[in-house]
């Protein structure tokens, strides 16, 4: 069946880069994505990547997909104490649209 | 409206009881999700209405939960007979469509607990 596994907690420092990791199960995904959700607010799409891609950038954020070990990463680069939030791995099969969920990932930034 | 709103935002309710949530979507948007967090968990997928095409139900944990959607307007999600592992969040997302990368638009939640 479709799984996606991360890591539960994460901490860096303030400057510093961070790493999160997903895996998955369903090799017919289509869009992979990263969510964030911070306390007391809903879901927010903080990007995705198309499965015929490997790499996406935008300005601080850099999404690595290994579509042959089904390995995602996300990659925050001069991480702030504003983005301690989780962040939740989904994948998008090929029916439908629904998304199937990580368990999330807890960052926490020290100053 | 501005983006998806749920209601209600919080409902305590009695072992046994039936709960009504209730979502909004946003406006034009065809395709609507409905998810369940529990406690320190990821999203668990209930089910998926597009248009006028038949739900996706393959996500609903039980028959004692229900929901419905007229068209593209509000839906609603009817838990029957209500048991402690109901609580949990209970989350609506919208799509304008199935193109491309599809974003969901994520309501604020409902959050149920059964006593």
């Known amino acids: 069946g479709e799984d996606v596994e991360q890591s539960l907690f994460l901490s860096v420092r303030e400057g510093d880069s961070s790493v999160i990791n997903c895996t998955y199960t369903d090799s017919s995904s289509t869009y992979l994505y990263w969510y964030k959700q911070e306390p007391g607010a809903g879901l927010q799409l903080l990007t995705y990547i198309f499965s015929n891609m490997d790499m996406k950038q935008d300005q601080r954020l850099t999404v690595l997909l290994n579509k042959k070990d089904k390995h995602l990463s996300l990659r925050i680069a001069d991480t702030q104490t504003g983005d301690s939030a989780i962040y939740f791995c989904?994948?998008?099969?090929?029916?439908?649209?629904?998304?199937?969920f990580g368990q999330g990932t807890e960052l926490s930034v020290k100053p | 409206g501005a983006g998806v709103s749920q209601s209600p935002s919080n409902k305590v309710t009695e072992k046994g009881k039936d709960v009504e949530l209730r979502c909004d979507p946003i406006?034009?948007?065809?395709?609507l999700y409905w998810y369940r967090q529990r406690l320190g968990q990821g999203l668990e997928f209930l089910i998926y209405f597009q248009g006028n095409s038949a739900p996706d139900k393959s996500g609903l944990p039980s028959d004692r939960f229900s929901a419905e959607r007229t068209g593209e307007s509000v839906s609603t999600l009817t838990i029957q007979r209500t048991q402690q592992e109901d609580s949990a969040v209970y989350l609506c997302a919208t799509a304008r469509d199935l193109l491309s990368y599809n974003e969901q638009f994520f309501g604020p939640g409902t959050r149920l607990t059964v006593l």
């Open positions: 406006s034009g948007h065809t395709a």
């Open positions: 989904a994948e998008r099969g090929n029916q439908g649209g629904k998304l199937i």
